[in-house]
């Protein structure tokens, strides 16, 4: 069956909390997601999609993304700016 969480391990967790996942299926994942509040969404997508385009920024620059550790310091320099952002204060759980 065709799942977004079957796709690279979308299904591994919940973007808001540390407490949910691996979900098994979509339907799943939005059940337990749809329990958070449109902020706490709102900030979730806001950090992925700003690591995904961190990351897509870098496979476009010469020479790109040459090894796994890379990706893990894009998206540490992307949770750096999250924690210092002062819109985190605004997105509770
Ligand atoms: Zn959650």
Not at 49 to 76: F, M
Request: proline fraction near 4%; include cysteine; charged fraction near 25%.
């Amino acid at each position: 069956m065709s799942e977004l969480v079957n796709i690279a391990g979308t299904g591994e967790g919940c973007p808001v909390c540390d407490g949910a996942g691996p979900f098994t299926s979509d339907a799943a994942a939005i059940a337990h997601m749809g329990q958070h509040n449109a902020r706490a969404l709102a900030w979730a997508y806001l950090q992925e999609k700003a690591i995904v385009q961190r990351i897509l920024v870098e496979l476009d620059e010469p020479g790109g993304i040459t090894a796994e550790d890379e990706i893990d310091e894009l998206i540490k320099e992307v949770e750096l700016v999250a924690g210092e952002s002062s819109a985190r204060r605004a997105a509770p759980y």
